[in-house]
């Protein structure tokens, strides 16, 4: 057991022992800690200057909007430059324009309409980072490595998640939002030069990904909407890859109701509970995920992807039937805990799979993709998860339950996805 225990430690730990790689967490977790800055930063100063929640709406759907529409084109030019190009770039436009609105803030002359435009710019921007984000580490580091380091990477995502909105808030309590701005810039300027300092893995220039189609998306001309014509129609002539699409919109339809109005709604009516007993659940999701994601990270062999994305979504489908049922904070969190740990186990395999298979060419257009489908999906699954809480929980945690059920016997019936490894 110890020498098992040993061998997991290591394999967890090889990422870490490169440079670039040390190089790409510090900044993948520093652009996110801002991103939980300019968050509480925005909505904090927002509310001071009209005490409307309806301008802060405002506000951060001007974020919101631009990062969902431009971020195919964010992927089409992260394969068309380099990743760690357009990471670089988008975290010093990213730093500028906080380091701006926080000297703006400073003087006093802040308006909604100057917030409204910053939030809109600062959305734009961030599009262009997201798939570069995700798509950099086969450049990084080998194949064999990439469970491993997608799950360092994931476990450093979910603490900057927690530490950047908790220190964001503590700079506004004992200073001023404004300065939460500037602390803002310094964290994206530091991504910048830490992705900066990053040097790839040397690749040959056709090198495509295991086991990739055939067609490979080289294009005829060279337009923005060539290429993202090109990279959506690779990722339609795959059915595995078609597979991985339509299983993370039913995700993400069933994750981002539930597990925000879900929750809420639970820990309040069903349970009779208050905001504690809705830190507790958020805490089981994100504690069981960052667990599932080390243990998944630290195995020596590959498992069989399509199975476990089938085997995930029929484990989330029994949780959200026991949600629905349960009547006591013990068994919700055991069950929330549960369920956070199948969703980090089968992410790192998930996204490993992604890098080590599609042409590096298109990937982060591959990426895009899947990223736009969850940013469309999730605003509906808020309303309907809405409209079902009215009822009580049980109806909406049935619904999700179905979904993924539903999700998980498509999977199992396409032989291509039961096949990937």
């Known amino acids: ?30 652009s996110l800690l801002g991103d939980g800055f300019s968050y509480i930063a925005f909505s904090w100063i927002t509310l001071s200057l009209t005490d409307s929640t309806l301008a802060l709406g405002y506000v951060l759907a001007f974020q919101a909007v631009p990062r969902a529409l431009l971020t195919l084109v964010g992927g089409s030019l992260s394969d068309k430059w380099s990743s760690r190009t357009l990471m670089t770039l988008s975290s010093w436009a990213r730093a500028v324009l906080m380091a701006g609105v926080g000297l703006i803030g400073m003087t006093g002359s802040l308006t909604v309409a100057i917030l409204c435009g910053a939030a809109a710019a600062f959305g734009a ?106 990279g959506l129609r690779y990722a339609l002539e795959d059915p595995r890859i078609r597979s991985i699409l339509v299983v993370d919109t039913a995700m993400t339809f069933c994750y981002a109701g539930t597990f925000t109005v879900g929750f809420a709604t639970l820990a309040k009516l069903d349970l009779h509970g208050g905001s504690t007993t809705l830190g507790l659940l958020n805490g089981a999701l994100a504690g069981g995920a960052m667990l599932g994601t080390l243990v998944g990270g630290s195995l020596n062999s590959l498992p069989r992807v399509g199975l476990l994305i089938a085997a995930l979504a029929g484990w989330l489908a ?32 998930g996204l490993s799979w992604i890098q080590r298979t599609i042409d590096p060419s298109v990937l982060s257009r ?33 619904v999700s339950a179905g979904v993924l059920a539903l999700t998980a016997l498509g999977v199992l019936s396409s032989k291509a996805v039961r096949g990937m490894r």
């Open 1 to 30: 057991m110890a020498s098992t225990l040993a061998s997991a430690g290591t394999r967890l730990r090889a990422p870490a022992k490169l440079p670039s790689f040390r190089l790409l967490w510090l900044g993948q977790s520093l």
């Open 125 to 230: 921007v961030d599009a262009f980072f997201q798939p570069a984000r995700a798509s950099i580490l086969p450049t990084v580091v080998d194949k064999e490595m990439l469970a491993p380091a997608n799950a360092l990477l994931a476990v450093g995502t979910k603490v900057s998640a927690i530490l950047g909105p908790a220190v964001g808030g503590m700079v506004v309590a004992l200073s001023d939002a404004p300065v939460a701005f500037l602390v803002d810039a310094v964290c994206f300027a530091l991504c910048g030069l830490c992705v900066s300092r990053i040097r790839p893995l040397p690749r040959g220039p056709e090198e495509a990904g295991d086991d990739a189609p055939a067609s490979t998306a080289k294009e005829a001309g060279d337009s923005l909407l060539t290429r993202m014509r090109a």
């Open 318 to 349: 029994v949780g959200m039937g026991v949600l629905g049922l349960v009547d006591s904070v013990v068994a919700a969190f055991v069950t929330v805990l549960a369920m956070g740990f199948g969703i980090g186990f089968q992410g790192v395999f």
């Open 366 to 398: 591959v990426i895009s993709l899947d990223m736009v489908l969850g940013y469309a999906m999730a605003p509906l699954s808020l309303i309907l998860c809405g409209a079902l809480a009215r009822h009580g929980s049980g109806p909406m945690f049935a």
